[in-house]
């Protein structure tokens, strides 16, 4: 059971962003199970503290590549950016968690970030083409869930059905941007094979397991 904390209104989305057709423009190897979105309902407020966590780490793993490659100017601005917009989700997050009387704390991670990365090459040629490209799966998978999740909180929670549904345009231009960043420093055809391993290897791990209440549970 989580801690309930004061009620509070979630800051306004920044833009008013229409639903995309995700399978267009995403690049994943499988389609999420269809009783995910229903079994994530029933742990709503899990999730919802989840992808609190998530958005922060999005924010985090944009810097820490800032931080790695200052040697790279083409991934300054971008990921500054991103970063930027992905601790504005934080926040909204948790104006949606203060909403729903649920008080942000500490939590146990999924498996699914750690065994994710699993897959990245610690050899220095190699590491920046992985990371950029676990991160363009990470959020290409994120803005499949959300839509999933926009369609089944329409009848529970009109307010966060709105907020997952203008999340889906600003997840998969993140995706985009990700591969575009790897594009720019390798070769298109390299990037492309590459995504493509790493998009079947987070298939595989999504599916080992059983279902965990987590975005990407
Ligand atoms: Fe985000
Ligand atoms: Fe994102």
Redesign the pocket.
């Known amino acids: 059971m989580l801690a309930r904390a004061p009620r509070a209104r979630p800051p306004a989305a920044p833009t008013g962003a229409a639903p995309l057709d995700c399978a267009a423009v995403l690049h994943l190897a499988s389609n999420t199970d269809p009783d995910w979105a229903s079994r994530a309902l029933a742990h709503l407020d899990e999730i919802l503290l989840d992808h609190a966590h998530l958005e922060k780490k999005?924010a985090g793993a944009a810097v820490n590549l800032l931080f790695r490659h200052p040697d790279r100017p083409v991934l300054q601005v971008p990921l500054s950016a991103?970063a930027r917009?992905?601790l504005c989700?934080f926040e909204q997050v948790l104006g949606h968690l203060a909403r729903r009387g649920v008080r942000f704390a500490a939590q146990r991670p999924g498996r699914y970030a750690g065994r994710l990365h699993a897959i990245a090459r610690p050899e220095p040629q190699h590491h920046l083409i992985d990371t950029l490209l676990i991160g363009a799966v990470i959020?290409a998978r994120?803005c499949e869930r959300f839509g999933l999740l926009a369609e089944v909180l329409a009848d529970v929670d009109a307010e966060l059905a709105r907020f997952y549904a203008s999340l889906l345009a600003?997840?998969a231009r993140?995706h985009g941007e990700y591969v575009r960043l790897a594009e720019s420093c390798y070769a298109p055809e390299a990037v492309r094979a590459r995504l493509a391993g790493i998009a079947a290897h987070e298939a595989a791990v999504l599916a080992e397991g059983p279902f965990q209440p987590r975005l990407h549970g």
């Open positions: 999005a991103l917009e992905e989700h959020e994120s600003s997840e993140h």
